[in-house]
């Protein structure tokens, strides 16, 4: 990215990935830049613990390739060479009743191209299927704002319940019904209206995607990015002050960018999120039984809403391992022995006893509620940005050229 010069002061509350992306795209420029920190820690809820001797991230494992503006920042950060595509291969779906399935192989967010497809049928029932179908025929007025609306209102609402929240859960960990089209796919409104119909539409935007995988990593874990951008940022001059909580913003000298969830929605309740960790030795793991990982219907005989079979679907972590096994559980709701329940869940979800739990962790985070910026206040984050490293990213990148062009 092209940057000019500017005299201009900044105050940046809140070092996540995004406040320090913005943080240091102003100080690229010649701006002067203090990122402001409550905690004693950088990055947000993208972070690394140690379990059974391995690094591995407490949060967000993966990035959307779309748009490419994660792997252009991680190439200005020097780590272009360390990103990494996931095992080749479908993730499974773990439906309210029966064993687990593949995911149907022509979807987009879980959204069939062609509900009648054996592998549709499989999950959501030859009456559902027929029922989408039926939907899907009548014309398209109008695209509903949310994925939810747009999904139950073309395709009924078993589609949406069995197949395509549990996936739209698994990506934005929101239910459809929370998620706006837009942000879903920045293309799929045009795509109905012009296909005229939903399952027109996701066929036309697979046919157009790029080949290979929706999502990359980093060798190492993604949270390498925070230290990364942490480094760049005061190597270029900007001023970093961890454990210094903001109260007040008015406080702050300069244009003041914040990107502290307290602050930008105050009072809005979030969404608590638990992840659990399991590293666990079991041959029959090595076969990887059901891929990558599974994702969860709402229903089913388990409380995880997915799991990540983690050394399956990164090689790098597979080769660091050595023979045992990576299994990262999430819930919405906190189980009472989060530990005990996970182990219960992997077990039941991948059809193998595992006996033997080498180390295990616990780790949970708020996800704040969406937010509408209050008059005169510049906001980047979740809050405005929604969950997803691309998305953040993007989001940060976009106000920080617009604060440089006022």
């Known amino acids: 990215m092209a940057e000019s010069r500017t005299s201009s002061r900044f105050a940046v509350v809140g070092g996540g990935v995004a406040g320090l992306v913005v943080a240091r795209r102003l100080v690229a420029s010649g701006a002067a830049v203090t990122l402001f920190e409550a905690s004693d820690r950088l990055g947000g809820t ?178 390498r990015i925070v230290p990364a951008l942490a480094e760049d940022l005061t190597r270029r001059g900007g001023d970093i002050r961890l454990s210094t909580p903001v109260d007040d913003i008015a406080t702050l000298d300069g244009i003041v960018v914040v990107a502290a969830p307290s602050l930008a929605a105050p009072g809005a309740p979030g969404r608590r999120i638990d992840l659990v960790t399991l590293v666990v030795e079991q041959d029959e793991l090595d076969a990887a039984p059901r891929g990558t990982g599974l994702l969860v219907a709402a229903g089913a005989p388990v409380g995880a809403r997915a799991l990540t079979h983690a050394t399956a679907k990164w090689a790098w972590l597979r080769d660091a391992a050595a023979g045992r096994h990576v299994l990262r559980l999430s819930y919405d709701a906190t189980p009472a022995d989060p530990v005990a329940a996970a182990l219960a869940d992997a077990e039941t979800l991948l059809g193998v006893p595992l006996p033997v739990v080498v180390d295990a962790a616990h780790v949970s985070w708020v996800r704040p509620a969406a937010a509408v910026p209050p008059g005169g206040v510049t906001v980047v984050g979740e809050t405005v940005a929604g969950s997803g490293l691309a998305g953040l990213i993007a989001h940060a990148e976009r106000t920080a050229s617009e604060l440089l062009t006022r």
């Open 46 to 223: 993208v972070a690394r613990h140690e379990v059974g001797g391995l690094a591995l991230d407490a949060g967000a494992e993966s990035f959307a390739v779309r748009g490419g503006v994660v792997a252009a920042l991680l190439a200005e950060l020097g780590l272009a060479d360390d990103i990494v595509a996931p095992t080749p291969g479908p993730a499974w779906l773990q439906p309210v009743t029966g064993e687990a399935v593949p995911l149907p192989a022509t979807a987009l967010l879980g959204i069939p191209s062609d509900p009648l497809a054996a592998d549709v049928v499989r999950v959501v029932g030859r009456a559902a299927a027929e029922r989408a179908v039926e939907l899907d025929a009548r014309p398209v007025e109008a695209v509903p704002p949310t994925l939810g609306a747009l999904v139950r209102d073309r395709f009924g609402d078993e589609v949406l319940d069995r197949l395509v929240a549990p996936v739209v859960h698994g990506v934005h960990s929101q239910h459809p019904d929370d998620v706006p089209v837009a942000r879903a796919h920045p293309g799929l409104a045009d795509a109905v209206a012009s296909a005229g119909s939903l399952g027109a539409a996701v066929a036309q935007l697979r046919a157009a995607a790029p080949p290979g995988s929706a999502v990359a990593g980093l060798r190492g874990g993604v949270n």
